[in-house]
């Protein structure tokens, strides 16, 4: 029975049959919202995104013919600054994943305490299938027509899957011509000659490695020696893995879309990224002792088990099979709800993405200060600041999920659901 306070029903935007990552994450809103006290009287402003913005995206192709692309970008919360979250062109990008990925923004960024709401964009394409001329065009005409809402005041995009520090100078550039000024706040991860920062392209694998010692020491696992398993060798796990590898532990398994590499005695993380960036995958590297089938991955016993690749990857199905101590979520939205259950009841200690993950957009924070000031910091500063700012996260989420006995992820959603509807509520509803 639908009372006054429960009519806010599904958008009909949704599909109620099929939400995809959207319904994941609205599940982990249920789960915070008890803990909310009276702020749950808001709890709906996090269950609908502010703003969306569906665009078409239409390309001459370098043979002549026009094509034409979904684009989007989602302004899910700007309670507490203007909204930020990277730009994904993927053929498989979808609204509700648009949706969940600007929602995780959200809670990542008051999480971290940057002073930001929650934001993301996404072209439904796939990059491969377009030359860079091609890939130029659509980048700059998906600006222009998001233009209307981003800005560096209002919403500042950045890099995500298939989008680099070059899309970015495109997006830059197409802003700044379209404003008359030269905006380099708009985007963060740019490249360092256009206003980037030192130390943003490794700052997401560096905070899933300061988090991730951080599980350790509380949990008891010594970093040196321990086993270390990685789905996703591109910047985030790539990065991570040469942090781990660096402080001693043994990186014994790493996945990619394309091979699945082991080591029980460790693999040559150096020699592994030479190898990927010469044949473009880990498959066939010389340095491994075995290869192995892609669902096998998930039977490889480890102490530490990083998901740094796609959403939707640790689910009821494998979950039962992992035997791990931590996993540290490199990736956004790896683990289902189901699963994140069947881990924990294992004593499995998740430290979530909207947490483990947040290095990147903390650095892309420093980014878009450096650029208002001009003034730009060294790399020991920015990851100085960087490793202060997430023992900080990690050591109050810790006290919170200690304090009210729940999973680190739902009290970083505490933590951070608290502070977006404190700013909710103290700001009150216009007009
Ligand atoms: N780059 C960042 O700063 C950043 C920040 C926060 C979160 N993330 C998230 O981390 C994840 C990875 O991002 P990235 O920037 O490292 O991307 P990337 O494109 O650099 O690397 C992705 C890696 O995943 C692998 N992969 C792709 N499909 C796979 C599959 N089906 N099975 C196994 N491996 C597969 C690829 O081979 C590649 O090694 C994404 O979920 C992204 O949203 C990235």
Redesign the pocket.
């Given at each position: 029975m639908t009372t006054a306070h429960q009519q806010h029903v599904l958008p009909s935007y949704l599909n109620p049959d099929d939400l995809g990552p959207w319904g994941v994450y609205l599940q982990q809103i249920d789960r915070v919202t008890p803990h909310l006290g009276s702020l749950s009287r808001w709890v709906e402003t996090l269950k609908r995104p502010k703003r969306i913005l569906t665009v078409d995206v239409p390309i001459e192709r370098d043979d002549g013919t026009i094509s034409h692309y979904e684009g989007y970008r989602v302004q899910h919360n700007m309670s507490r600054g203007p909204g930020k979250g990277?730009v994904?062109f993927h053929q498989d990008v979808t609204l509700s994943e648009v949706m969940a990925?600007s929602a995780w923004m959200t809670v990542?960024n008051a999480a971290v305490n940057v002073p930001y709401g929650g934001a993301k964009g996404g072209i439904r394409v796939d990059p491969k299938t377009l030359s860079r001329n091609e890939l130029q065009r659509l980048t700059r005409r998906y600006t222009s027509e998001i233009s209307l809402i981003i800005g560096p005041n209002k919403d500042i995009p950045?890099?995500?899957?298939?989008t680099n520090e070059q899309v970015m100078a495109w997006m830059m550039d197409s802003y700044a011509m379209i404003e008359g000024n030269l905006s380099t706040g708009v985007v963060t991860?740019k490249p360092i000659s256009l206003g980037g920062s030192l130390g943003?392209?490794e700052?997401?694998?560096r905070g899933v490695f300061v988090v991730g010692r951080e599980a350790a020491a509380q949990r008891g696992v010594a970093i040196e020696g321990a086993r270390v398993a990685i789905?996703?060798?591109?910047?985030?796990?790539?990065v991570a893995g040469t942090m781990f590898s660096d402080a001693g532990a043994k990186v014994i398994a790493v996945?990619?879309?394309?091979g699945t590499v082991v080591h029980q005695g460790g693999l040559d993380i150096a020699q592994l990224h030479k190898h990927?960036a010469e044949v473009g995958?880990?498959a066939g590297f010389p340095g491994a002792e075995a290869f192995l089938d892609?669902d096998a991955?998930w039977d490889i016993e480890s102490d530490i088990l990083i998901p740094?690749?796609?959403?939707q990857?640790i689910t009821a199905d494998n979950a039962p099979r992992i035997r791990t101590k931590i996993i540290l979520e490199?990736?956004?939205?790896?683990t289902t709800p189901e699963a994140d259950d069947i881990l924990t009841d294992k004593d499995v200690l998740i430290v979530p993405?909207v947490l483990a993950?947040?290095?990147?957009?903390t650095v892309?924070y420093f980014e878009w200060v450096q650029d208002f000031s001009s003034f730009f910091w060294s790399e020991d500063e920015i990851n100085a600041r960087l490793t202060h700012i997430m023992q900080d996260a990690f050591k109050s989420v810790w006290a919170v999920s200690q304090e009210k006995k729940v999973t680190l992820r739902t009290a970083t959603f505490i933590l951070a659901c608290t502070r977006v509807l404190q700013a909710r509520e103290v700001r009150g509803l216009y007009p």
């Open positions: 990277g994904r990925l990542k950045a890099p995500d899957v298939n991860g943003r392209r700052a997401t694998g789905q996703g060798f591109g910047n985030v796990g790539g996945q990619d879309h394309n990927v995958s880990v892609r991955f740094a690749a796609l959403e990857q490199g990736a956004n939205g790896p993405d993950n947040a290095g990147g957009v892309s």
